[in-house]
């Protein structure tokens, strides 16, 4: 857990596993990322005292639900179940997934159907939109399923898997930063959706406070 400021005190939950927009380092306990910036600046202009609090996909929105912070975020994508469960803030972004493959095999896995084959092994991380959309795609592929949004990679490298699928904002910044993996068409996603935050369900002022001060905020161009 970590806090910044005086004030009231606004707990915000995240996974802390998905640059570029949330990392938690173990070792020094902060946080860091697009979306812990946006979030620390909005306690800062608003006087909150933030404490951020690490969650997990599969569990993220029952923490929300059972009061353990108000607000959700990291790398969020709006979908039906969680418009279901929570209040959802304005778009904070849109992405859509693609695959992450080892790098020289773009080719060989530039479609779903060239993905989905009996000599394929997908790896996901449980609970969150990457199992979902793997799981509704692939048919004849072998999914493994691993813990967390840290471990893909490594399954990835040492052969143990050979795509993933995951947001393009992701794959980018795995392909920038992780040598030997590479995005397939990252201009050219199989979903479009949004990123947002969620806030529980009692948070409606909260969610308006946070979605005016999202509209004010400059946006970068291009």
């Known amino acids: 857990m970590a806090s910044s400021t005086d004030g009231p005190i606004l707990r915000v939950g995240t996974t802390g596993d998905y640059p570029p927009v949330t990392f938690h380092d173990a070792r020094t306990g902060r946080f860091s990322g697009q979306d812990i910036a946006l979030i620390e600046a909005f306690a800062r202009d608003q006087g909150f005292c933030l404490e951020l609090v690490l969650t997990t996909w599969p569990t993220l929105m029952q923490d929300l639900t059972a009061r353990k912070f108000e607000v959700a975020m990291g790398g969020i ?38 993905i989905d084959t009996p000599e394929t092994t997908v790896v996901e991380d449980r609970g969150g939109t990457n199992e979902q959309f ?88 291009g």
């Open 77 to 114: 994508s709006d979908t039906d179940r969680r418009e279901a469960e929570a209040l959802v803030s304005a778009p904070i972004g849109q992405t859509g997934k693609v695959a992450l493959v080892r790098c020289g095999e773009e080719e060989r896995y530039g479609s779903l159907e060239a």
């Open 134 to 221: 793997a799981l509704a795609h692939i048919e004849q592929a072998v999914p493994v399923l691993v813990p967390d949004n840290r471990t893909p990679f490594a399954h990835l490298l040492a052969g143990r898997a050979d795509v993933m699928f995951t947001d393009s904002v992701e794959a980018l910044y795995r392909q920038q930063t992780t040598p030997g993996l590479c995005a397939v068409r990252p201009d050219q996603p199989y979903t479009r959706v949004d990123k947002v935050f969620l806030f529980r369900k009692d948070q409606g002022e909260l969610r308006e406070r946070f979605d005016r001060w999202l509209a004010a905020q400059p946006r970068a161009s």
